[in-house]
Nanobody, 125 residues
Framework: VHLVESGGGSVQSGGSLRLSCTAS????????MGWFRQAPGKEREGVAF???????NYAESVKGRFTISQDNAKNTLYLQMNSLKPDDTAMYYC????????????????????WGQGTQVTVSS
C-alpha cells in the first residue's frame, strides 16, 4: 500500500488549500481513509475521516471549514480546507486502514495501518 499526499503550502489566514492523497497497492474502496495532522510539540490529531460505506466525520475544530471527499475512479482522497487559521498549521497525513471505520479506529486509539509521507500546511496571520 502506497499513499502520496500533495497540495500543501503556505497561505495567509482565511485562505484555502486542497490536499490530495493518491493511493495504490490495494482495492481503494475497501479501506477507510482519513486525514490527520500534527503540529510541532503537539500530539497527532484526526481531522476528517471517510469510512468504507461513505460515512464522514470531522474534528470539531474543522467542521464547517474542511471538506473530505474522494474520487474512487482515481483512487484519490481530498481535503478541501477553507477559512484557514494559524492553528491549522501542521504536517498533514493521509492514512488508510482495512477496517471499515476510521472513526472507530481513532476512537479505539488504534494507529491506522498505512500512512503517507505528509504534506506541510503553514497558515500565517
Amino acid at each position: 500500500v502506497h499513499l502520496v499526499e500533495s497540495g500543501g503550502g503556505s497561505v495567509q489566514s482565511g485562505g484555502s488549500l486542497r490536499l490530495s492523497c493518491t493511493a495504490s497497492g490495494y482495492t481503494y474502496r475497501t479501506y477507510c481513509m482519513g486525514w490527520f495532522r500534527q503540529a510541532p510539540g503537539k500530539e497527532r490529531e484526526g481531522v476528517a475521516f471517510i469510512d468504507d460505506d461513505g460515512t464522514i466525520n470531522y474534528a470539531e475544530s474543522v467542521k464547517g471549514r474542511f471538506t473530505i471527499s474522494q474520487d474512487n475512479a482515481k483512487n484519490t482522497l481530498y481535503l478541501q480546507m477553507n477559512s484557514l487559521k494559524p492553528d491549522d498549521t501542521a504536517m498533514y497525513y493521509c492514512a488508510a486502514d482495512p477496517r471499515p471505520s476510521m472513526t472507530t479506529v481513532q476512537a479505539l486509539g488504534v494507529t491506522p495501518l498505512f500512512w503517507g509521507q505528509g504534506t506541510q500546511v503553514t497558515v500565517s496571520s
